[in-house]
């Protein structure tokens, strides 16, 4: 069907298959890689961190994880920017390594997100049972989904612009800790000055060695997770090749300010042997190092201010949630890996049948929490290592990139946006995604205890299993380099 340029969305004459509108701008592009960022993992699980590894070895590990993102992200920003698509790296792994990664890349991470989305309307509803405590969980769990379905529903500008005020309440959340939180260590605005004595506090800043350290760098991963959401952005960017660098350029400085200063803090604050840090990742917003820190500065109701705070970073991630995966089946569809239902768009842009599709999926897993407890833990165990899997798939997509690039003649400034230091910046991604992925149950393997070992690893054989099924069904290969299709596109997906 041929398509027309009308302003800065794609659309086409057909209002039902005219593909996705590019209608969001830079601000939204840039807030929601802001928004994966941060969430529950800075908020609720940050201080366990400095707990396992004393302040030093939280420190090491959250600066180790930044700068592979970092990396990462830039290698999505260079193509992104030379190929925009919703498909981001499942497209990338097709059209750059193997048909058959991008198949597997792409319907597991569909998958993960459309069963994320089902664990936060879950958590949504016990946040919200904080204040009412006697209502029930999935009458509010039922609400969440179906805020998050309309907003998902109408315009992608609608769902760009909830992201947007989501995220900036996060920001400056946390934005006011790291002010109040200075002011405490250095006394500015509170007496006495708490200083930095809790970091060479018994045996510190360093504490377990480099095992604790591992062992933090596995939950400071899990904290990232969904920075990758910017390249699924791009396909629906107003103006991609500006607003995605612009993201990208700023994801290094978004790490090191919100998440090493935020651990600085903490570290300075807490000591590391309080029990309140484990508490906290539990669950336990009370205890949260936000909640004691605002506490410490006099704010009565903190607790119940960061158990709010906490709900809109988990409908953000919901809403960020029902977005990516809708837009993934979306792009599998297009590129023929799905059912073609799943390609048609209202006259608005939407992906309905994948966003319909996504939801009872979210439902379904939903439904399952509440029949039967073990069928969802062992679905929410599938899509655990989903993120990190992603960030191999986009690290080996712009290796082999880059590398056809250049062999077959191409100029790099013909690129719009170049990654940082290649071919390191990939290479290491690669290899610390691997190391993070090897890690998450090493006891799992000492002990030889398949149980455990099947729950934390199970997303690695459900992607090979996609893999080499489609591998061996349509007898696809690695492609030479030399036979990439290495041309630009500002394709309307």
Known sequence: ???????????????????????????????????????????????????????????????????????????????ATHMPVSGS???????????????????????????????????????????????????????????????????????????????????????????????????????????????????????????????????AGFSFQGTELVGVTAGESDNPSKAVPKAINEVFWRILLFYILSIFVIAALIPYTSPNLLSAADGDIAVSPFTLVFKRAGLASAASVMNAIVLTSVLSAANSGSYASTRMLYALAKDHY??????????????????????????????????????????????????????????????????????????LSELKYHAKLFPLGPILALILCLVVIGGQNIEAFIQWNWQEIGVTYMSVPLVLILFFGYKIKHHTHLIPLKDIDVSAADDTR
């Open 338 to 411: 799905a059912p073609q239902i799943f390609a048609r768009t209202t006259k608005h842009g939407i992906p309905m049948a994948s966003l319909i599709a996504t939801t009872v999926v979210a439902l379904a897993t939903f439904a399952s929490s509440i029949f039967g407890q073990q069928v969802y833990m062992w679905l929410v165990a599938a899509s655990g290592l989903t993120g990190f899997i992603a960030w191999i798939g986009i690290a080996l997509s712009h290796y082999r990139f880059r590398r056809a690039f250049v062999l077959q003649g191409h100029d």
């Open 1 to 79: 069907m041929a398509m027309t340029q009308t302003g800065s969305a794609t659309t086409s004459g057909s209002g039902d298959s005219g593909g996705v509108q590019r209608n969001l701008k830079a601000r939204h592009v840039s807030m929601i890689a802001l928004g994966g960022c941060i969430g529950t993992g800075l908020f609720m699980t940050s201080g366990s961190t400095i707990s396992k590894a004393g302040p030093g070895g939280g420190l090491v590990a959250y600066a180790a994880m930044g700068i592979m993102v970092y990396f990462l992200m830039t290698s999505l920003g260079e193509l």
């Open 89 to 219: 790296f499942a497209t990338y792994n097709a059209k750059y390594v193997d048909p058959a990664l991008g198949f597997a890349m792409g319907w597991n991470y569909w998958f993960n997100w459309a069963i994320t989305v089902a664990v936060d309307i879950s958590t949504a509803a016990l946040l919200i049972q904080y204040w009412l405590p006697d209502s029930p969980g999935w009458v509010w769990s039922l609400l969440v989904m179906v805020v998050i379905f309309l907003i998902n529903a109408l315009t992608v500008s609608t769902f760009g612009e909830t992201e947007f005020w989501l995220s900036l309440i996060k920001v400056l959340t946390v934005i006011v800790f790291l002010l109040i939180g200075f002011a405490m260590i250095f006394g500015i605005m509170f007496q006495p000055a708490v200083g930095l004595k809790n970091f060479t506090y018994k045996g510190g800043p360093f504490v377990g060695g480099f095992p604790a350290i591992l062992s933090v760098f596995l939950i």
